[in-house]
């Protein structure tokens, strides 16, 4: 009887706990979301000044995320342990892949199936658009062009960036030479459209230049020149403002990789009676090849996706259309969904090898 | 030894003024864009901007009034007119281009930090193939996802909103952040987390406590690239912060100002101006991070 009593008691009370238990791991979610709701329609409502909306939404929207965190750790540490560790790595690499699903992955996807229909999405046309985009004569103008960007534009900012890298290194100004250079970098494209137009912009001969290089050109007595409508070369005017944008980038992974050279390496050379040339070349780009290869890789990405500088200096025209651009007039000019997604796969098809390299480097590590 | 003293004075001569040349090349287009904002209108359109130095020398700051300000606001313009021309409230720009870039840069980083720190330090099913498709996502061109997500946007009343390009950019950069972050993290040694693991430490004390204020050079110099990258962003904030001038961003309206002002240069590098300095207060304050960061994530050794 007693026993019973008891037992009840327990069971009661273990009950009263469980339920407790539940509440209050919905109340904390529960709280989170109403302070979030509260935070977006203030903003969505408010006539506050622009100042304290900003402040607000600031706030509201970087603490929201840590709040989020924070709950989704709290709820699932109130789990049983069994089910708590399993979903303990999702906790933190669940926010990471939803995003990624809805803003990159889905979107890859639906055009991958976009590709194989026409303009309208609706017929299907089987392999019809990727036909276009290995045949058509523009199309392989800007392959070849695509080409040209990754070559020159690729190997002119690491050759320069390495040249530069290594130079610095032996200068007691290296600081500033290297800021100096790294300065392009922080430059939006469409600033960089606006200062290049001062290098190339074109006049009349016989009229004052105010393009640097039209004035370089009649100081020497020689015409000026459109420089734009100059094919081929009109391509390399362009992959030039690249390599002016990324070399900065380039020098300062290089440089930071060469302060990793052992000097007893150096020093071994040098008593063996190799000359600075043949250090640089037999010890410390063999040293720094890896280095090399990672900074190639993401310049070679950045060259293959090249959309700005082309869209806002010459809108592809003159013979200097890159993949990019053709994607961007199939979409968002002619409205050609089909081919303007078979494009985009194109590309992403491209950068495979790149991929693949960078893919092997994910080796066998052990995690807890 | 004298002899070779003098042969290396000679070369770090020649090295310095080898650099000293290449430091000129690559300077001179942005001191020809700042020469050009302070010179007054008809200069700038008719001569080079190096004739400063020479015969056209008059300077002016009208340029940079006239694009901060506000409404209309009047000057004297070289034929000794009284001018009155409307402003371009690059300020309002200025305000909203940080409403937008603050969170676009840390969001991201918080996310991808955890994402990083999970993938190199716990086991959980498809650990590999989710890793592989965020590395393979590194390579997507954003135009594919335009489309589409402007049409979630649109459903959800998202269009035009700081959240909705707060997460456009989380979207977008999460891929580089989480590669990045991932070469950083998978390199601390490993006894660091076996022993707060053997104490029972739960995973989120150790991402908090140790995982974060150790990736501090490599969180630093990803935010440098995150910010650049929003602060110079134009096609997704078209996109999705559409064209109202209340929510306008600086590239915004300074891609307006390109085509309504294609004409006016002066305004134009004035403009350009006042859009770079951000960014290059950024970089040359966080400088040393960077370089740091940088090197974790992309050196082998």
Redesign the interface.
């Known amino acids: 009887m007693m026993e019973r009593r008891i037992e009840g008691k327990n069971l009661g009370a273990q009950a009263l706990v469980a339920i407790g238990r539940v509440a209050v791991s919905l109340f904390v979610p529960i709280v989170a979301f109403v302070i979030l709701w509260a935070g977006f329609v203030f903003l969505r409502d408010s006539n506050a000044s622009q100042g304290i909306i900003a402040l607000v939404a600031i706030i509201w929207g970087v603490g929201g995320v840590a709040m989020l965190f924070w709950v989704a750790d709290w709820v699932v540490n109130r789990l049983p342990v069994m089910a708590a560790k399993k979903l303990q790595p999702f906790v933190f690499v669940g926010p990471a892949l939803v995003i990624l699903a809805w803003y990159l992955f889905l979107p890859t996807m639906r055009s991958l199936y976009l590709s194989f229909f026409d303009a309208q999405s609706k017929t299907f046309v089987g392999l019809a658009n990727y036909v276009f985009a290995f045949t058509d004569s523009k199309m392989l103008e800007s392959f070849v062009n695509n080409l040209l960007w990754i070559i020159l534009g690729t190997g002119g900012a690491v050759g320069f960036g390495l040249v530069i890298a290594l130079l610095a290194d032996r200068s007691r100004f290296e600081k500033v030479f290297k800021s100096l250079i790294f300065m392009p970098m922080a430059i939006s494209f469409v600033g960089a459209g606006v200062i290049w137009r001062f290098v190339y912009a074109y006049k009349p001969a016989g009229e004052d230049q105010i393009g640097l290089l039209n004035a370089l050109v009649s100081l020497f007595g020689k015409d000026p020149q459109a420089w734009f409508t100059l094919r081929p070369w009109n391509n390399i005017f362009l992959i030039v403002i690249l390599i002016w944008l990324q070399t900065g980038y380039a020098m300062v992974i290089i440089s930071a990789a060469l302060k990793g050279v052992p000097d007893s390496i150096i020093e071994a050379g040098r008593i063996d009676g190799a000359g600075e040339m043949r250090i640089i070349r037999s010890i410390i780009v063999p040293y720094i090849f890896s280095t090399l290869v990672t900074v190639s890789t993401t310049i070679i990405i950045i060259s293959l996706k090249i959309f700005d500088i082309v869209f806002t200096m010459t809108n592809g025209n003159y013979g200097t259309e890159v993949i990019a651009s053709m994607q961007y007039k199939q979409m968002f000019r002619f409205y050609h969904y089909g081919r303007g997604s078979a494009i985009a796969i194109v590309l992403v098809i491209a950068v495979i090898p790149v991929m693949w390299y960078n893919l092997r480097q994910f080796g066998k590590r052990e995690g807890f | 030894m004298a002899r070779a003293n003098v042969k290396k004075s000679n ?2 001569i020649i ?2 003024l ?3 040349v ?2 000129i090349i ?5 001191l ?2 700042f020469i ?1 904002s302070v010179r007054p209108q008809d200069n ?7 004739t400063v130095f020479g015969e056209h020398g008059e300077l002016t700051f009208d340029n940079y009034r006239q694009v901060l300000g506000g409404r209309g606001y009047t000057f004297v313009d070289s034929a000794g007119n009284t001018v009155r021309a409307s402003g371009d409230n690059l300020s ?1 720009a200025f ?2 281009s ?2 937008v870039t ?2 676009s840069v ?2 991201p980083i ?3 930090s ?2 990083a ?8 099913p498809g ?2 193939f ?16 335009l ?3 402007l049409r ?1 946007y649109q459903g959800l009343g998202l269009t035009g ?3 909705g390009i ?3 950019h ?3 950069g ?2 580089l952040g ?1 590669y990045l972050l991932y070469n950083y993290i ?1 390199t601390i040694p490993r006894d660091v ?1 076996e022993s707060a ?1 053997l104490d029972g430490a ?3 004390i150790v ?1 908090s406590r140790l995982v974060l204020p150790l990736s501090v050079p490599a969180i630093a110099s990803l935010a440098i690239f995150q910010f ?1 990258w929003v ?5 997704v904030a078209l996109v999705f912060l559409g064209g109202t001038a ?1 929510v306008a961003v600086l ?1 915004q309206r ?2 307006t100002m ?1 085509g309504s002002r294609g004409q006016d ?1 002066h305004l ?2 004035a403009g ?1 101006f006042v ?2 300095v951000v ?2 207060a ?3 304050g966080l ?1 040393r991070y ?3 960061g ?2 974790a994530g ?4």
């Open positions: 070369w770090t090295v310095n080898v650099l000293l290449l430091v690559w300077s001179i287009p942005i020809g864009l050009s700038v359109l008719t001569t080079g901007w190096w309002q305000l909203n940080f409403t603050i969170p840390i969001i918080l996310i991808a955890a994402a720190f999970a993938f190199a330090w716990m086991i959980f650990r590999k989710f890793f592989t498709t965020v590395v393979a996502l590194l390579v997507v061109p954003l135009q594919i996802a489309i589409p997500i979630d909103s700081y959240l707060w997460l456009a989380t979207g977008f999460l891929p989480i998978s987390f693991f739960r995973p989120m991402f650049l602060w110079n962003d134009l096609l209340d590239t300074l891609a390109v240069w134009l590098t350009a859009a770079m960014p290059l950024v970089f040359f400088q960077f370089v740091e940088l090197m992309s050196v082998k050794g």
